[in-house]
């Protein structure tokens, strides 16, 4: 680690034109998550061929196809799953980050019916005792140790300000509308996570929990609902040093950012979250191809808008959409080229990014 880290500050003080092509593509792939179709993969595998060529950080995995959920993607069964893992890993020459989102209730890619344990919705662990809470998520993060994963896409720790709102309140994925008590249940399960070597990402910043609309969907304006309450969260689990990661949301607030989005802007990601809140760590998007991103922004846009944010780590999930890790290095690689984003800002990135305790 450390001598990684001494090569990517000598990196720093060298331009584009310093640094290779093939290393600066691969410095790129250090920077983003995608998914991909296989339960199955070798060598041979275009996903095993990207990670070898690209460095890819990592992976993340889905047991259906979003347009087709009578046809598994990545996750059957437990011998299954773990196979695919253990494949995967052997693929990338650092720890791969193996990532889903294992939220408990509707929101679980390891279901009880492939073989998998099921668990509570954050609305019905609120209801427990946090030492209840406790050995509910050490089962949780177990189980996903045990099956490969190493990063998961939760907690979640939006308010459940909004009783309208479908995608975190509707679907019980919010510990409740205190920002104290959400802080509290959100701390157990992070703490549950590393304690078996899982990274957690707490989402969605700046908050999507008093929005009226789905950022899967289409675009989101959360002008007049959302409140400074929101950051409240965040802001004790920062101070508490419990961050692994933060996922931005898609949201739209024409009060943070007069222009642009959460994911893509600058005001909220690198003034708000890094300067105000005072977050150092990684930051990681949504998924780029949900609507609220993709039928407002061509892939050039919103790639260049989020890495000059703030934006650590680019997740494409290839369920809303289809873009090949070639298509995305190279589309970044032609931005530092051209001068729209600067090689100091990718090895920020890298340099938060290689600090993780990937396992």
């Given amino acids: 680690m450390k001598y990684i880290l001494i090569l990517l500050l000598s990196f720093m003080v060298l331009n584009a034109q310093e640094i290779s092509d093939e290393k600066l593509k691969q410095l790129i792939g250090r920077m983003l998550v995608v998914g991909f179709d296989e339960s199955s993969v070798t060598k041979e595998s275009q996903i095993a061929k990207d990670i070898v060529r690209y460095d890819l950080l990592g992976v993340i995995l889905f047991d259906k196809f979003y347009n087709d959920r009578s046809k598994t993607k990545n996750i059957g069964s437990p011998k299954q799953l773990k196979k695919l893992t253990t494949q995967l890993q052997s693929f990338s020459k650092k720890p791969l980050l193996i990532s889903v989102d294992q939220e408990g209730g509707k929101v679980a890619r390891l279901k009880e019916a492939y073989g998998f344990k099921s668990f509570l919705s954050a609305k019905e662990v609120s209801k427990l005792s946090k030492s209840e809470a406790k050995k509910i998520y050490d089962e949780l993060s177990q189980m996903l140790n045990t099956n490969g994963i190493n990063c998961n896409f939760a907690p ?10 479908e995608v975190i309140v509707g679907l ?3 510990y409740g509308g205190d920002p104290d008590k959400v802080s509290e249940y959100a701390e157990v399960f992070i703490d549950s996570l590393r304690e078996h070597e899982v990274l957690s990402v707490i989402k969605h910043f700046p908050g999507h929990g008093s929005s009226l609309d789905d950022s899967h969907k289409g ?6 609902t959302w409140d400074d309450v929101e950051l409240e969260p965040y802001k004790k689990l920062i101070e508490a040093n419990k961050v692994d990661m933060i996922m931005t949301a898609h ?3 024409r009060f943070l950012d007069l222009k642009l989005p959460a994911t893509l802007s600058y005001k909220i990601n690198t003034k ?5 809140l005072g977050y150092n760590g990684v ?3 949504d998924d780029m191809q949900m609507a609220a991103i993709a039928k407002h922004y061509s892939l050039e846009e919103s790639i260049l808008y989020s890495i000059n944010a703030g934006v650590d780590i680019l997740l494409f999930a290839n369920q809303l959409g289809s873009n090949t890790p070639e298509e995305l290095v190279e589309t970044i690689f032609g931005l530092v080229k051209y001068g729209d984003i600067s090689v100091e800002r990718i090895m920020d990135s890298v340099q938060r990014i290689e600090k993780l305790n990937i396992k």
């Fill in 156 to 165: 979640v720790v939006d308010l459940a300000l909004n009783p309208k709102n």
């Fill in 172 to 174: 019980e994925r919010s």
């Fill in 219 to 224: 675009f989101v304006d959360v002008t007049r």
């Fill in 251 to 253: 949201i739209f607030h």
């Fill in 272 to 276: 708000l979250l890094r300067e105000k």
């Fill in 283 to 285: 930051i990681i998007s």
